[in-house]
């Protein structure tokens, strides 16, 4: 499967980084392991004199018996007339960088099964033409074809991957490491561009930070590490030993307030202590040189500290707390450490050969404010079924209490359109005229009032002692009487026994003359309902077995109308 190749020569650390993106499908890149027991590599070779070359941990380990043949931070030589000498032959610094990238391109078509189909290689900021050509030059002559990446745009390629950049951002690359210090700006329109005159420190990094606290221990020792014999094996790889302690010691400081070193050198054993405050000041004036040249980067875009909208700190030296603190200070400028600040120049090498952002798809890139969701993501799925908020319950019409159990209560949900129809309804029947009634045989005429036909229901009626009493109300001839609700009858006093009522009652239409007869002439100007005792019958005669009758008279109610807790049906 192909795939894009990213590489970060380092000057004491080198890492690499792989991308299977397609034009159609993105892949994040990752790092390759290139080390037997970390993903870097340090950059140290070893030239053996059969002519076989050993790279990395093995080189290092050589070092301690036959150190002539080892050879290390080679990258701050390049471009340098005078060559190194390793095992008695000289050898130019690009010469060297270009057997450790040929190396690496090695290594990870072992580990692919197959060669990279593109390859990036990052170089420092501050490098010209003079440099980069020596090295094209020597990887060429090796059969590689690579492509030339400043390392702050590879960083900044790596940040906006992991965090939103919005198109347009400007953001100033403060690229501390091993060896060397890099700073640029750079702007992102599609991709990052640079801004002005990259700046930097050819000989600033972690390594001088390892010999300012390895130059401290030794003057803590005192003269005991004079008289150490250089000659001695022993003594070689003891100081060795110790630089590594140093080193540790100083990573440990980004962390710890204190750390201990421990000196175990031939006749001579003991620990050395060290405080973040003490290394912060050996290294200051180093620190302050490099805010300095990131100052001047800047300048040279055309841009005011307040023109910035980020400050990126890449490197792994970059983790050193007076870091932070010292370019805040400086720019005043919010600062962001990469989240991998030692392997961020290889993954953005990596993203930097790889298809273009644009095409790929928008779950791999993280959104910027400048994009709409349609943009990053096409066309949103369309929702079918929307969440509707709940509709909010309307007040209860009967504010009669709650019926008994037992009691079935029809539910009734009227919405504005619903209470504006029936309040128009019941003034029209309220005030239309009364239809002609007409007259019977023998006799007088008598009023008729048209009731809609009941659907009979049958009604569970609850306990004697639970029922209220029951609305009797009548109305005068000619006049509509709304609907009982519960609210017009007089409900019984708490020292009052309600009536008995049958167990079923049926709501049917009369069927037999009206016993009360009235003049055929319409008031018209009728009277509002006179009040009527509950405990007394109607007029007509007394109240039979099984309820009062249903006269034409009553108008929303008979003599068997529901309780105020039973509306009708």
């Known amino acids: 499967m192909s795939y894009q190749l990213g590489i970060d020569l380092g ?3 080198t890492a690499a980084a792989v991308s299977r993106a397609t034009e159609r499908q993105h892949a994040d890149p990752e790092m390759v392991s290139l080390g037997d027991r970390a993903v870097q590599v340090p950059s140290v070779l070893y030239l053996a004199p059969d002519g076989s070359i050993v790279v990395g941990e093995a080189a290092e380990r ?9 050879v290390r931070e080679f990258k701050r030589q390049v471009g340098d007339e005078i060559p190194l000498v390793v095992g008695g032959t000289p050898y130019p610094a690009h010469e060297l960088s270009a057997i450790l990238v040929a190396w690496v391109v090695q290594r990870v078509a072992e580990r692919e099964g197959g060669p990279a189909g593109r390859i990036a290689l990052t170089h420092p900021a501050s490098w010209g033409p003079h440099k980069k050509e020596l090295l094209q030059g020597a990887l060429a002559a090796r059969g590689l074809n690579v492509t030339f990446l400043a390392e702050p745009q590879a960083a900044a390629l790596s940040y906006a991957a992991a965090e939103r950049v919005g198109r347009g951002s400007t953001i100033a690359v403060y690229d501390l490491g091993g060896g060397t210090f890099d700073s640029a700006v750079v702007r992102k329109n599609g991709t990052f561009e640079l801004l002005g005159r990259p700046e930097g420190v050819d000989r600033l990094g972690g390594v001088d930070f390892d010999d300012a606290v390895f130059t401290h221990v030794r003057e803590a020792v005192g ?14 790889a003891a100081v060795s ?24 050198l031939p006749g001579l054993q003991t620990a050395v202590r060290l405080t973040r405050g003490e290394f912060e000041a050996m290294i200051r004036p180093q620190l302050e040189e490099s805010v300095d040249a990131l100052r001047r980067a800047v300048t040279s875009a055309g841009l005011a500290p307040a023109d910035l909208s980020a400050v990126l700190l890449v490197g792994g030296s970059s983790r050193i707390p007076l870091v932070a603190q010292s370019v805040s200070a400086a720019f005043g400028r919010p600062v962001a450490v990469d989240a991998d600040p030692k392997n961020a120049i290889a993954l953005g090498a990596a993203l930097a050969v790889s298809p273009r952002p644009e095409s790929w798809p928008a779950a791999a890139i993280p959104p910027v404010p400048d994009e709409t969701p349609e943009e ?3 066309p949103l799925p369309r929702v079918t079924d929307p969440p509707r908020p709940p509709v909010p319950a309307l007040p209860p019409i009967d504010p009669a209490p709650v019926p008994p159990t037992g009691a079935r209560r029809p539910a009734v949900v009227l919405g504005a359109g619903g209470l504006l129809v029936a309040a128009a309804i019941a003034a029209a029947l309220l005030y239309a005229p009364d239809p002609p009634s007409p007259t019977p045989t023998g006799g007088t005429a008598t009023s008729v009032v048209v009731v809609p036909q009941l659907t009979e229901v049958p009604v569970t009626q609850p306990a004697d002692d639970q029922v209220p009493a029951q609305d009797q109300g009548g109305a005068r001839p000619g006049q509509q009487q709304p609907r009982n609700q519960g609210g017009d009858a007089p409900r019984p006093q708490p020292d009052e026994e309600p009536e008995e009522q049958p167990t079923t009652t049926t709501t049917t239409p009369p069927t037999t003359p009206p016993t009360t007869t009235t003049p055929t002439t319409t008031d018209p100007d009728p009277l509002p309902p006179e009040p009527v005792d509950p405990t007394t ?4 005669g007394t109240e039979p077995e099984g309820g009062p009758e249903n006269t034409g008279e009553e108008v ?11 509306p009708a049906t």
Do not use: H, M, Q, W
Request: charged content about 35%; some cysteine.
């Open 537 to 540: 019958p109607p007029e007509g």
């Open 223 to 236: 003269e005991a590490f004079d008289r150490l014999d250089p000659a001695d094996d022993s003594v070689v």
């Open 241 to 264: 030993r110790l630089r590594r302690e140093c080193k540790e010691a100083k990573e440990a400081l980004s962390a710890d307030t204190e750390v201990r070193i421990a000196v175990l």
């Open 376 to 378: 990053r993501t096409g």
């Open 62 to 70: 050589r070092a301690a018996t036959d150190p002539d043949r080892v």
């Open 11 to 13: 000057t004491t650390y």
């Open 556 to 566: 929303g109610g008979s003599g068997n109308a529901p309780s105020s807790d039973t």
